[in-house]
């Protein structure tokens, strides 16, 4: 084939082509090319790359080139990975979110747009480690904060820091906006851009009848704001007053589209993608603010989220969308539609391959719109919101003691470190020095690894917990406890130590030749498309990270920032499909939420329904458990032979049932009892249920209800469900009782309500035990007069159901004694 180069110059040579045009199709044509390396071979990715521009050039006349190049890329390159993956079906599901039975080596959405939040964490550390989120869910530095705000929309806000903070803030979203752009997007480069704006339509529909339009009147610079009519600014310069009436309709349009969702503009298609993305974020930039404080007084009054919400917030957008155009395509929905042609064309006339594709699919669909957030469209807004504030306030009910669940974590994190290769004991020490020492925090932070839960207090929770649709007040009681109980802290210092003995491993390997290095993570690098053409820029000394004290690592997040041998926008792909890798394998380490788990729990039900808030109750602490049984089961099965996965399945195990005990134990003693004997079936049953998220059902081994009073069913249907029943069931009881003039209990069921349902005290590990006794049963005591009685019986049911006493008895105001140690061992049976 001739080189395409070649032909550009003899075309400007023989008056054929400008000079100008032929060096853009030739850089379109290198970039294609690039990207078609990437999943095939040199001859096959030039005639992909020549036929792709050829297509898009005799297209430019009735569409947007750019989109169009985009699309038909995304096309050819969704055709020959589903073409080309072991089993079209499972490549389907893999485009989202990557497992390792399918053998599928092209990209994932959710581990991509992880990587990317990563980078762009990285890139503003400072900023978030000193405004981001106290103990209290409040901004650490406000004033800083609103001074970052200002500077970011060109206003001088006389703060040095902050200016070089909005600076760090700007350059990830001009990096971001690139990215956007390369992938098909379209939106033009703003200086002072500032922030995403966050309306409230529900703010917006109580204001009076023009009282938007008036506020927002005298606070946006009219000389960038284009009238839809004429496609011009309303006014030449800034400052200048456009005319009212014709601005003013202008903004009852913007209004309109705010409170529609766009649907006053949009016409009902037969089209199945949607809408597409390449221009979403274009179109979020009509209204231009005067300055950083009009912006803050309309977010004050209008705005759906904080500053720092819609700061970070809009950068984890942007990494979303980028994340679903790179993998799909401009119109990701469509993407994914035609990937799922592509699969069924593959497997025609093979019955049991259709069903596997059409089920894959439909499976497919529903994680898509949990990555686009598609999911949480509401049928009834006000429902969805309180029962996600209820959800909300389970959490802080019943997760402050979570933490001592995750004494297992160790025993994962070690099974993850074997599978590719690295050290678990250096991983181990590593969290363990993480937890206690800042310098080594710091180091992290400088190799691109920073505390998720600096950019996102729901990052811990989300391991137990997901919500979309719920108010400030109950979210900072959520992020409080998860924060409080420390939480978020073990999370994050674990998955930092984890992430940085990798980027450690991968520098001991740097030194040798990609067929060289260790077998495991060789393994790892090419499943996910790492060749040793890649290899050898990643492994280049000069872009890896070295400490004061000498240690090595090759981050792929500081390697993107300091490589030499690539061109920016090849080096960034490059260093994100590294970083997928890592999260990817981190997802096995620290278990958090699937993709696929989530879509398992929920299908396509939306918030705001009577089954979508079903399903969203029954999940409520289970994703952790299914991403457990979704991650480890395909890890097993994608071992290759029966020996293997015995082997692997004992090795994993056996620590995790001994940890799960650990933490059986830990519960009881916070609680104010013994630990429970050891010797005994039942205990080790519960173990085994603790060891994989579960512990809640190892109740049921001993006792017909679980640790707060419900049975299996309410249990399987989760907390919220759980409350509704025991305040019905109670009311119920109690007016029965009162009709037939017998006693009620009412006293003891509102004491019991309180005892497990109020925010942060019920569970807060390490006062959970003083609230129950000191406040709890002290109220009891007062309302219920059968309560001395009633703990009797109690305690003696808790000593023969799990063989345990109390050391702080129900009803005293301090501990009577110690806690019996020694009772693990069975004495007390």
């Excluded at 064309?345 to 949990?370: F, P, S, W, Y």
């Amino acid at each position: 084939m001739a080189n395409i180069h070649d032909c550009l110059d003899a075309a400007v040579k023989g008056g054929q082509l400008d000079q100008t045009r032929a060096a853009e199709a030739g850089r379109e044509y290198d970039q294609l090319l690039a990207r078609f390396e990437d999943i095939m071979p040199r001859h096959q990715a030039e005639a992909a790359a020549l036929a792709t521009l050829k297509e898009a050039t005799s297209k430019q006349a009735r569409s947007r080139r750019h989109t169009v190049i985009n699309q038909l890329q995304s096309m050819r390159r969704l055709h020959a990975l589903i073409s080309e993956a072991p089993d079209p079906a499972l490549a389907l599901r893999d485009l989202i979110e990557h497992s390792e039975t399918s053998r599928f080596t092209g990209e994932s959405i959710e581990s991509l747009q992880r990587a990317i939040i990563k980078s762009v964490n990285a890139g503003i550390y400072d900023a978030l480690k000193a405004t981001g989120r106290n103990l209290l869910g409040e901004s650490r530095a406000p004033a800083r904060l609103r001074n970052i705000i200002r500077e970011l929309h060109g206003q001088d806000a006389g703060d040095a820091t902050a200016k070089t903070m909005a600076q760090a803030f700007h350059k990830q979203q001009e990096r971001l906006r690139q990215l956007f752009n390369a992938h098909g997007g379209d939106i033009g480069k703003l200086d002072d851009y500032g922030a995403r704006h966050t309306h409230d339509a529900a703010a917006i529909r109580k204001a009076e009848p023009g009282a938007w339009e008036t506020y927002v009147f005298d606070r946006v610079d009219w000389s960038r704001i284009n009238d839809f009519q004429t496609g011009k600014p309303f006014v030449a310069e800034k400052g200048s007053i456009p005319n009212r009436e014709r601005a003013m309709q202008f903004l009852a349009d913007v209004r309109e589209g705010i409170l529609t969702k766009g649907w006053d503009r949009r016409d009902p298609s037969m089209t199945p993608g949607g809408k597409a993305l390449y221009n979403r974020h274009s179109e979020s930039r009509v209204l231009h603010f005067l300055d950083g404080d009009a912006w803050m007084d309309y977010n004050a009054r209008f705005g759906a989220s904080d500053p720092f919400s819609s700061l970070v917030g809009g950068l984890q957008g942007m990494a979303r969308d980028i994340a679903q155009m790179r993998v799909l395509g401009p119109n990701p929905k469509m993407g994914l539609e035609y990937a799922t042609q592509v699969a069924q064309k593959r497997v025609a006339g093979n019955v049991k391959a259709e069903t596997a594709v059409a089920q894959k699919a439909a499976k497919a669909r529903q994680m898509l719109a949990i990555v686009d957030g598609s999911i949480n469209r509401t049928e009834y807004e006000g429902l969805a919101r309180f029962f996600a504030n209820v959800r909300n306030v389970q959490t802080s009910a019943k997760l402050g003691a979570a933490i001592l669940s995750s004494t297992t974590d160790p025993a994962y994190m070690r099974m993850a470190a074997k599978v590719v290769g690295m050290s678990p004991t250096n991983v181990l020490s590593r969290a363990t020095d993480l937890m206690f020492n800042n310098a080594t925090r710091e180091t992290a932070a400088r190799m691109g690894y920073v505390a998720e839960t600096l950019a996102d207090t729901g990052a811990a929770a989300a391991r137990f917990h997901s919500e979309q649709m719920s108010s400030e007040i109950t979210n900072r009681l959520t992020g409080f406890t998860i924060r409080a109980s420390g939480l978020g802290h073990w999370t994050d210092m674990n998955k930092v130590a984890f992430q940085m003995e990798f980027a450690g491993y991968l520098a001991e390997n740097a030194a040798r030749p990609f067929d060289g290095i260790e077998p495991k993570l060789r393994q790892a690098l090419e499943a996910r498309g790492i060749t040793a053409r890649d290899w050898e820029h990643l492994s280049a000394p000069e872009a890896r990270f070295r400490t004061d004290g000498g240690a090595d690592f090759l981050s792929p997040i500081h390697w993107r920032e300091h490589q030499t041998t690539l061109p920016p926008m090849e080096a960034e792909g490059l260093a994100m499909r590294l970083q997928m890798v890592i999260e990817e394998q981190l997802e096995y380490a620290v278990p958090g939420q699937r993709v696929e788990g989530r879509a398992f729990a929920l299908g396509g039900n939306a918030p705001g329904t009577l089954w979508g808030e079903i399903a969203r109750s029954g999940k409520q602490f289970k994703g952790f458990t299914l991403s457990f049984m979704i991650g480890q089961y395909r890890r097993v099965m994608a071992l290759p032979t029966a020996a293997d996965r015995f082997t692997y399945a004992i090795d994993l195990f056996v620590p995790l049932i001994l940890m799960g005990a650990v933490a059986v134990q830990l519960k009881e003693l916070v609680k104010g009892n013994d630990p429970r004997p050891m010797d005994t079936d039942t205990f080790w049953k519960a173990a085994v249920m603790q060891s994989g998220g579960l512990g809640i059902f190892g109740d049921f081994f001993a006792s017909g209800t679980n640790r707060f009073g419900g049975g299996p069913a309410e249990t399987l249907l989760g907390p919220t469900i759980g409350l509704g029943s025991d305040v019905l069931v109670a009311g119920a009881s109690n007016i029965s009782r009162l009709s037939n003039g017998e006693k009620t209990y009412a006293g003891r069921d509102l004491t019991n309500l309180a005892r497990y349902n109020t925010p942060v005290l019920s569970s807060l590990w390490y006062q959970s035990a003083a609230f129950q006794h000191g406040v709890a049963d002290q109220i009891q005591r007062i309302l219920d007069p059968e309560a001395e009685q009633l703990w009797k019986r109690q305690a003696r049911k808790r000593e023969k159901d799990y063989g345990t006493r109390s050391w702080w008895g129900s009803g005293d105001l301090a501990p009577s004694r110690a806690p019996d140690l020694s009772n693990a061992l069975g004495g007390q049976r």
